[in-house]
């Protein structure tokens, strides 16, 4: 049960990384389709930083299957066509974008939290720093081009009262 012994992975922490792998090749095949369908370099060049920043997770998640010699998932990007004709407005690609890294970072959490071996955790805690930041660079891009919208906020009651 050590959390710093180098031990097999669990049946929870497999499941976990194969997840990853595979919300991770999504994000890969997302972010290749639209980097090649945009026409706004800012955009294509955020979608290329997701793009490798995917890969990269993948094959970290890959390795560490790996160490305990089970085969870890390949994923293809065989079904991203080879268009370059435009689908979807940048706008809605970008909003796209930060519901997946969204969702790549409760992924991460609930791993880390799930996982007993520490190596793993602080892998999971690593990545998903990553993941934040460039979810914020992708909120600055929104914000910059004016697709991002504040949300509704509860009202300032101390402002009311001193108006």
């Known amino acids: 049960m050590s959390s710093f012994s180098n031990r097999p992975l669990n049946m929870v922490e497999i499941t976990h990384l194969f997840e990853n792998i595979k919300t991770n090749t999504v994000g890969e095949m997302i972010t290749m389709a639209f980097a090649q369908t945009t026409n706004n370099d800012t955009v294509k060049k955020f979608m290329n930083r997701g793009l490798k920043i995917s890969q990269k997770h993948i094959r970290i998640f890959q390795?560490?299957?790996?160490?305990?010699?089970?085969?870890?998932p390949i994923g293809s990007n065989s079904y991203v066509t080879n268009s370059k004709n435009r689908v979807f407005s940048d706008k809605l690609m970008m909003h796209f974008l930060s519901v997946l890294t969204a969702a790549g970072q409760g992924n991460y959490s609930t791993a880390s939290t799930a996982s007993l071996r520490n190596d793993l955790i602080l892998s999971y805690q690593r990545l998903a720093a990553e993941i934040a930041g460039y979810a914020k660079d992708g909120a600055d891009i929104m914000i910059e081009h004016g697709w991002l919208e504040e949300p509704p906020q509860a009202p300032d009651r101390i402002q009311l009262i001193t108006d």
């Open 63 to 72: 390795k560490t299957i790996k160490e305990s010699y089970i085969d870890a």
